[in-house]
């Protein structure tokens, strides 16, 4: 990627926080991770290799080891990028590494202890901060939305019913780039309302994790700011910058066994590492620089962050470590990752006057209350002048100059006048005996509505002040903290403190340069004065260069290693679903008839922004002719077609079902049964007659009722019993 002049690199930090009890209770081993803060170098020792073999090295922007302090890391690499968020640029910051390194403690930290508040809340601090400290011609308008990322799905941590909702969508706008456009934001006012902001979105993150820890490292949490600054130019227009905050807390970078899992695990292994390796393949895209295509679009991590990597932003990644040797090989993976993020350029530019800026809307609509405000005010002023009768010749335009306040009391007073008088003419009309009982009665009603009317005007007017005030506390403008004016020493500390934090910053790069331009220069300053003593210097050289080889290659073998790795692991993913495939493929074949498959699949699009499939609507758009038939009119008020005989059956109330459904009867049997002695009855006389034989005469007197009885049994049975028996007798005959 070309570098121009706006265009400046992501910075990269990298920070190791100290070992556990239980990693230190582990051995005596100590750390792997070593790290030297004055060169922002980090170095590897590989605990499974030989000590001959060379350390591996890497250089950042900065580096943090376990001693570090929050506020350290603050002051030195968050705090200018939170300066040009105020300044109207967009920044993100976003922590990566594995799950228990401490994203969630540097991005986070514990707010109750103010060494270990972590970058959100001294962002909140900062912000609110550089607000109350402004000039007084400045508004602004903060707002903070929470989002998380969780199984490629977009949930708004501040909506109440985020855990039963649908996941948000995503667009894409020219001016502000790729947002979410049903995202809740709440309008801040101070430290306590931001931070009570974030504590909703993180109650509602814990109550939908079972398992806080194990929920965390899967989802990606973004939690976003948007400051909006209106002041006026040289030009005299009021002028807006709008910046950007994304704060992102991702998922766990280590990798998730997606191997011998099956149907939804095996669906959510796939989605789980997927924006992180989205995240990669965008990072290395963007860092090679060469493959035009940067696949943005494969996940909603790197869409949302679009802007973030190689974009309109600035931009800081922090890549957390952890030093126990039994993590070595996730140590390294981050370390390379943080190591090809360094090369990103972005192109950063003040966003000024937006066309969605809410500033301004809200600027409209505060000056369209207070006109509204104000014209009724005045309104009821006049007319308590005229009710006066006094100054009627005073003129308009004095009026319009009157002080709001005035104005107010006025308006006020005029109503509360306005009250009495209409008590006392009803208590006029009252009094009146020269009136009609009738007309009495009919110039009270007339006084009452006019006195609910004067009541109704009255509440209007509030409701509208009320309004207004509420539009307009909204607005934050600067200069007005008295107390933190007055704190000029406290304000001198922390610019003295910017200043060091700024030249160890600049001490930092300087060491890294004289570093590069020590290896090119070695040659230019060897001047040899004899052969002996030149043979030793290149062969000293030579050496080093032998070493520096032998490191590339160990890392080319590295590479080459993880390369293989990931893709046996993505083979074998690909075999999972290929099999989970032909599985639904076989049920399709053999379950659904294919005139319902053609029918499905007709109507099935692909929807590339949700990356779905999606079924178009059955009922056709109105433009559209009607495909879809019309209801029978023989089947009017009744969910399907129905027959005369059931709707006499309905109307009735019988209990139609049975006949219908062939289900036996269970009535009870009139006939008052008939015993005999069994002496009677001689073995040969088999019955299978099911005739009902009441006749007493019949078979030596022997009643018997709709059975067939074998022997000695007789069996009382419903015709559809007997026929189950006979049909049960007959199958193994008929097998035979
Ligand atoms: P992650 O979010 O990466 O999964 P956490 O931030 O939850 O990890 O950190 C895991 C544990 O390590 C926490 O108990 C945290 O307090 C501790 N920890 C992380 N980083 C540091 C640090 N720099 N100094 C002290 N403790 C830390
Ligand atoms: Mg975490």
Request: glycine letters at 6%.
């Amino acid at each position: 990627m070309s570098k121009n002049k706006s265009s400046e690199s992501v910075k990269v930090l990298v920070r190791c926080r100290p070992l556990n009890r239980k990693e230190e209770s582990n051995g005596p081993s100590g750390g792997i991770v070593q790290m030297d803060l004055r060169l922002g170098q980090v170095i590897l020792r590989n605990p499974r290799a030989s000590h001959s073999e060379p350390q591996k090295t890497f250089t950042f922007d900065a580096v943090y080891d376990a001693n570090s302090k929050q506020r350290d890391l603050y002051d030195e690499s968050v705090r200018p990028l939170i300066d040009s968020v105020l300044a109207g640029f967009n920044g993100t910051i976003f922590a990566y590494g594995q799950t228990g390194t401490g994203k969630t403690y540097t991005m986070q930290g514990m707010w109750l202890d103010p060494e270990k508040r972590g970058v959100i809340p001294n962002a909140f601090d900062h912000i609110f901060t550089h607000i109350s400290r402004s000039q007084s011609d400045k508004q602004y308008l903060v707002r903070a939305s929470y989002l998380e990322i969780y199984r490629e799905e977009i949930r708004d941590l501040l909506d109440p019913n985020h855990a039963n909702a649908r996941g948000l969508e995503l667009r894409e706008s020219p001016d502000t780039g790729v947002y979410v456009p049903d995202l809740t934001s709440c309008v801040c006012k101070s430290i306590k309302e931001i931070e009570e902001v974030m504590n909703m979105g993180n109650q509602a993150r814990a109550v939908a994790a079972t398992d806080m820890n194990e929920y965390s490292s899967r989802s990606h949490a973004l939690f976003l700011i948007t400051v909006e600054c209106g002041q006026p130019g040289p030009d005299g227009r009021k002028h807006i910058r709008v910046g950007r905050l994304n704060l992102v807390d991702l998922a766990g970078s280590e990798r998730q066994a997606k191997t011998g899992v099956q149907g939804e695990r095996l669906k959510e292994a796939a989605k789980i590492n997927l924006s992180l390796s989205a995240l990669g393949n965008v990072i290395s895209a963007l860092a090679d620089g060469r493959s035009g295509h940067v696949p943005y679009r494969d996940s909603k991590l790197t869409r949302l962050l679009q802007d973030s990597l190689g974009g309109n932003a600035k931009t800081v990644m922090v890549a957390t470590l952890g030093p126990a040797p039994q993590h070595y090989d996730e140590t390294l993976t981050t370390l390379r990752y943080a190591n090809r993020a360094k090369n990103i350029q972005n192109q950063p530019r003040v966003n000024e006057d937006p066309k969605d800026a809410l500033l301004r809307e809200f600027q409209r609509e505060i000056a369209r209350l207070r006109a509204q405000l104000n014209h009724r005010k005045w309104r009821s002023k006049q007319k308590k002048e005229q009710f006066d009768d006094e100054g009627s010749d005073q003129d308009v335009g004095e009026d319009a100059e009157c002080e709001e306040e005035e104005v107010e009391k006025e308006a006020k007073e005029y109503v509360e006048q306005e009250e009495q008088r209409l008590e006392r003419e009803k208590e006029a009309i009252r009094g009146d005996r020269s009136l009609l009982a009738d007309e009495k009665q009919r110039l009270l009603g007339e006084k009452e509505r006019m006195m609910g009317d004067l009541r109704k005007e009255q509440e209007a007017t509030e409701q509208l002040t009320a309004k207004y005030k509420a539009m307009e506390s909204k607005l934050l403008v600067g200069g007005k903290n008295i107390i933190d004016h007055t704190n000029e020493q406290q304000k001198m500390l922390e610019v003295k403190r910017q200043e060091i934090a700024e030249q160890s910053r600049n001490e930092r790069e300087m060491q890294q340069q004289m570093l590069i331009q020590d290896d090119e220069t070695l040659e230019l300053r060897e001047t040899f004065t004899s052969l002996q003593q030149e043979v030793e210097a290149k062969t000293k050289k030579l050496k080093k260069l032998y070493a520096k080889l032998q490191c590339i290659k160990a890392e080319i073998q590295d590479v080459n290693d993880e390369h293989v790795r990931s893709r046996q692991e993505l083979e074998q993913t690909q075999n999972e679903l290929t099999r989970e495939l032909k599985f639904k493929y076989l049920i399709i074949e053999n379950f659904i008839p294919p005139e319902e498959k053609n029918k499905i699949m007709s109507r099935m699009t692909f929807d590339p922004e949700e990356d779905q499939w999606k079924f178009q609507p059955l009922v056709p758009a109105q433009s559209k002719p009607l495909q879809m038939k019309k209801r029978p009119t023989s089947a009017v008020g009744y969910k399907r077609p129905i027959s005369q005989y059931a709707r006499v059956a309905i109307t009735m109330g019988a209990n139609n079902r049975f006949r219908a459904e062939n289900i036996m009867f269970l009535e009870l049997d009139m006939n008052p049964p008939n015993t005999a002695s069994l002496g009677h009855l001689k073995d040969a006389e088999w019955n299978f007659s099911f005739s009902v034989d009441n006749s007493p005469t019949n078979h030596r007197g022997i009643h018997k009722s709709r059975s067939w009885c074998q022997s000695q049994k007789s069996l009382t049975s419903s015709p559809s019993n007997v026929s189950l028996s006979a049909c049960n007798t007959a199958m193994p005959a008929s097998a035979q």
